[in-house]
T-cell receptor, first 115, second 114 residues
């Protein structure tokens, strides 16, 4: 199993540009989520999905869009990049039921800089 | 609602000394609790988890944590610090039940002095 994969690893955008961060998992997990990590802020939930076709907002959803057309993929779209979106982005997945099955598996992250 | 408090942002210990990283949580229902470690420029790796079985949980790399319901705490300990333990550590809480969200604390950076 590859686990959770993210592409790209690094990205530089200019203000106003749009882009999609890719996330895929091969563990047949129902639950997938996107976090951003900023110094001193921990990880903050952007959007999450409990299954194909179902998404919901997290703590900091503004400026981001998601969709979930398959179990495996959960892309994150930046609609119009702003310097405040400079961050490290992590995708995670987990099964959503069963004793002890709440562990989230994280991808390696995407480091995004918006100039 | 659920939340996690990690007191302090930085802990420094000498190699061989006890490591104690504090985590307090609030949750309206029985929680699942996790400690994750992040080494520089890497993703998050699970150290250990509490899922309502034994209250003393042993994890990887010699770490353990004890769930104390009366204190709403889940502190992480290691008897003897190693230089390779230098990293950022995150405590997280998730309610039992399908589709619940994982809430992280702000993280603690552990430094280990030779």
């Amino acid at each position: 199993n590859a686990g959770v994969t993210q592409t790209p690893k690094f990205q530089v955008l200019k203000t106003g540009q749009s882009m999609t961060l890719q996330c895929a998992q091969d563990m047949n997990h129902e639950y997938m989520s996107w976090y951003r990590q900023d110094p001193g802020m921990g990880l903050r939930l952007i959007h999450y999905s409990v299954g194909a076709g179902i998404t919901d907002q997290g703590e900091v959803p503004n400026g981001y869009n998601v969709s979930r057309s398959t179990t495996e993929d959960f892309p994150l779209r930046l609609l119009s990049a702003a310097p405040s979106q400079t961050s490290v982005y992590f995708c995670a997945s987990s099964s959503s039921g069963g004793q002890g099955d709440y562990e989230q598996y994280f991808g390696p992250g995407t480091r995004l800089t918006v100039t | 609602a659920q939340s996690v408090t990690q007191l302090g942002s930085h802990v420094s210990v000498s190699e061989g000394a006890l490591v104690l990283l504090r985590c307090n949580y609030s949750s309206s229902v029985p929680p699942y609790l996790f400690w994750y470690v992040q080494y520089p420029n890497q993703g998050l790796q699970l150290l250990l988890k509490y899922t309502s079985a034994a209250t003393l949980v042993k994890g990887i790399n010699g770490f353990e944590a004890e769930f104390k319901k009366s204190e709403t705490s889940f502190h992480l300990t290691k008897p003897s610090a190693h230089m390779s333990d230098a990293a950022e550590y995150f405590c997280a809480v998730r309610r039992a039940g399908a589709n619940s969200k994982l809430t992280f604390g702000k993280g603690i950076t552990l430094s280990v002095r030779p």
